[in-house]
Every structure is written in C-alpha cells, then in structure tokens.
C-alpha cells in the first residue's frame, strides 16, 4: 500500500504565494509519476501538474508560469510552489502517486489552499 499526505495549504491574498507539500510513504518503488489535482466548489477536478521520477514536468495552461512543481526522491515528497495566486486558484489540492506495480492511482485526503481577492 501507499499513503500520500498533503500539507501546507491556507488562506493568503492575491498575488501571494503557498508551497504544498506531499509526501510519500509505504510502497513507494511501486509509484512512479506524481501529480497535484485541485477540485474548486461545483467544478470537476482538474490535473494542475504532474512529475516523472525522473523529473519531467507538465502543467495545465492555466497555471503555466506560475507552479513549479518538483519532487525530492531521497525524502520521498513532492512540491507544489504556487506564486502569484488568483482567486480561481481556490480548491482543494490532492496529490497522485501512479502506481505501476499493481497499475493503480493513489490519492491523499487533500488540503484546502483558499486564495482572497
């Protein structure tokens, strides 16, 4: 099994900045890519960004420029840095951990980054 904890999400103004945090624990080598998903009230949930264990990166247009994702495989924890917040950026935050032995997705409980204009 594999567990993922989110953490560092809050209540900040526009323009500021938050930096989540996931980490890993568990049976970790059977996880390889990572990815942060957000879900705003009454909307789908959306992939914001995704990490390879290898360090490729991708995000969604609307956050490009803004997140930085990354990911420390010696502490097994994934970042998310977000800068320059708007108030559309207000959601709740999961992270995923792809699991390739059993082919599984992971998700953690969530947290709430809450982004005033």
């Known amino acids: 099994q594999v567990q993922l904890v989110e953490s560092g999400g809050g209540l900040v103004q526009a323009g500021d900045s938050l930096r989540l945090s996931c980490a890993v624990s568990g049976s970790i080598s059977s996880i390889d890519a990572l990815a942060w998903y957000r879900q705003a009230p009454g909307k789908r949930r959306e992939h914001v960004a995704g990490i390879t264990y290898g360090g490729s990166t991708s995000y969604t247009d609307s956050v490009k420029g803004r997140f930085t994702v990354s990911r420390d495989n010696a502490k097994n924890t994934m970042y998310l840095q977000m800068n320059s917040l708007k108030p559309e950026d207000t959601a709740v935050y999961y992270c995923?951990?792809?699991?390739?032995?059993?082919?599984?997705?992971?998700w953690g409980q969530g947290t709430q980054g809450t982004v005033s204009s």
């Open positions: 995923v951990g792809y699991g390739i032995t059993p082919p599984r997705d992971y």
